[in-house]
DNA sequence: GACCAATGTAAGCAGTTGCTTACAAGGCGC
DNA sequence: GCGCCTTGTAAGCAACTGCTTACATTGGTC
C-alpha cells in the first residue's frame, strides 16, 4: 500500500520536513548554536539524509535562508520600514521563522555560509533605509539605525526579564521611532524639493 | 640559580601570563569563541596550568572580568557616561582589555558565567543611564540605549568595510549623542527642579 | 518474481572542546 | 644529601561537532 500512514519513503516530505526544522531551530537559536543533530531529531529523521538532501549545514542555511528575511523590503514603504521591522521584533506570538531575520542579522563570526548572508541582508536593509535621508551619509546613519534594531534583538533574545522583554510594544515602537527619526528624516525644504519632482 | 631568566617555577608570574592573555583574547572574540587552548598557547603557558590556578574556563572569565568594565561607572558622571562609552568603544587602538565590557555586554546564551556577568554588568549601566531622565519608563528608556550600544559594538566586530568601521569617530558619536538624548533628556521643568535641591 | 534505484538506518570517523591524570623536575627546609 | 611540596609537562578522556560510509529496506519496472 503506497499510501500507508505517516510518511515513509517520501524524499519530498522529508526535504520540506528538514527545511521546517532548521527554520525553527535556526530561528530560535542562530546558525552556530543549532546542531544538525537537534534538526534532524526536530524533524524526526535521520540524521544522514539532511546531508543527502542539503549537502552541508551551510548550504542547508542558505536553503532556509533563501529568499527569506526580505519581504519586509518588498512591501513597505520605506517610511514604514522601520516600524514595520520593529512590530514584527517585537510580536508575542510570532510564526516559525518570523526571527529568522534577527538571528541572522546578528549572527558571529567572520567564515560560514552565515557572514555572507549576514553581510548581504544588512546591505539590503541599509541601503532600504539611507533612502530615508538626504544627508551625505546616509549610509552611515542607516547602519547606526540597523545596528539598534540588532542591539535589541540582542538584548530581548539575551535577558530574560529586563523591561524589554516585556515591555508595551508600542511603547518601544514609538521611542525608538522617535528617536531614530533625528538621524534619517529629511530636512524640511530637501523634503519639499523632493515632492516638487 | 634562582634568578634564571624568563620565568621558570614562578606560579605568580604564570597566572599573570595567563590572565593577560585571557584579558586579551576575550576582549577580542568573547568568551565562547575563545578556547583555553588558544589562551595557554598565546601566554606560553601549559594548558593544564591554566586549570590548576583558575579551575575552569568560567571561572578563568570570572577572574578576567572581576572588576573590570565598570571603571566608567564610577569615573564619569553620568551625563557624560554614553559619550564615554562610545569613545571607548570606536577608539582606534585600544589597550587589550578596552573591549572586554563590549564583548561581555555582547555574549550570547543563556548558560555559562558569561550570561551571570553580562546580566550584571547590563543592569548597573542601566541604572546609570536610567538615572539622566525622569520618565517612569526610564529603565526601557536606558536599555533601549544600552541596546544600541551592543548592536553598534556587534556590527563593528562582524562587518569589515561598512561605514561604522571606518567612519569618523566624532560624527559616530554625534549622531548617536543627538538620538539618544530624545530618549534620555529630562523635561525643562524638572531639571530645573533638580538643580534648585 | 527479479532487479535496482531511491530512501532510510546505524555506526563510526576525525576534529574540537573543556578538563583530568600520571608523571617529571625544580628548589626549599632540614 | 634527603625529603617533599610546588611547578611544569604530556598524554589522554569523554562529550560534542559536522560529515561519511556501509548496509538494510522499500516499491516501482519489466
Redesign the interface.
Given at each position: 500500500m503506497t499510501a500507508e500512514p505517516g510518511r515513509r519513503r517520501d524524499s519530498a516530505a522529508t526535504r520540506a520536513a528538514l527545511l521546517d526544522a532548521a527554520t525553527e531551530l535556526f530561528a530560535e537559536r542562530?546558525f552556530a548554536?543549532t546542531t544538525v543533530r537537534d534538526i534532524a531529531a526536530h524533524a524526526g529523521v535521520n540524521q544522514a539524509l539532511l546531508f543527502r538532501y542539503f549537502g552541508s549545514k551551510d548550504a542547508l542555511y542558505a536553503a532556509v535562508m533563501a529568499g527569506q528575511g526580505r519581504e519586509l523590503l518588498e512591501v513597505e514603504q520605506p517610511e514604514r520600514l522601520l516600524e514595520t521591522v520593529l512590530r514584527r521584533m517585537l510580536e508575542k506570538a510570532p510564526r516559525p521563522g518570523d526571527h529568522l531575520l534577527f538571528t541572522a542579522l546578528?549572527?558571529?563570526?567572520?567564515d560560514s555560509a552565515a557572514?555572507e548572508i549576514?553581510?548581504a541582508l544588512?546591505?539590503d536593509y541599509?541601503r532600504a533605509l539611507s533612502a530615508l535621508t538626504d544627508a551625505e551619509?546616509g549610509?552611515?546613519?542607516a547602519?547606526?539605525v540597523?545596528?539598534?534594531?540588532?542591539?535589541?534583538s540582542?538584548?530581548r533574545?539575551?535577558?530574560?526579564k529586563?523591561?524589554?522583554k516585556s515591555?508595551n510594544t508600542e511603547?518601544?515602537i514609538r521611542?525608538?521611532l522617535?528617536?531614530?527619526r533625528?538621524?534619517l528624516e529629511r530636512t524640511e525644504e530637501q523634503a519639499l524639493t523632493e515632492m516638487e519632482r
Open positions: 542562530g548554536r546578528r549572527s558571529e563570526g567572520v557572514a549576514r553581510k544588512g546591505d541599509i551619509d549610509d552611515l546613519r547602519e547606526l540597523l545596528a539598534w534594531v540588532i542591539g535589541i540582542m538584548v533574545s539575551t535577558s530574560a529586563e523591561p524589554l515591555a511603547e518601544i521611542l525608538v522617535s528617536a531614530a533625528t538621524l
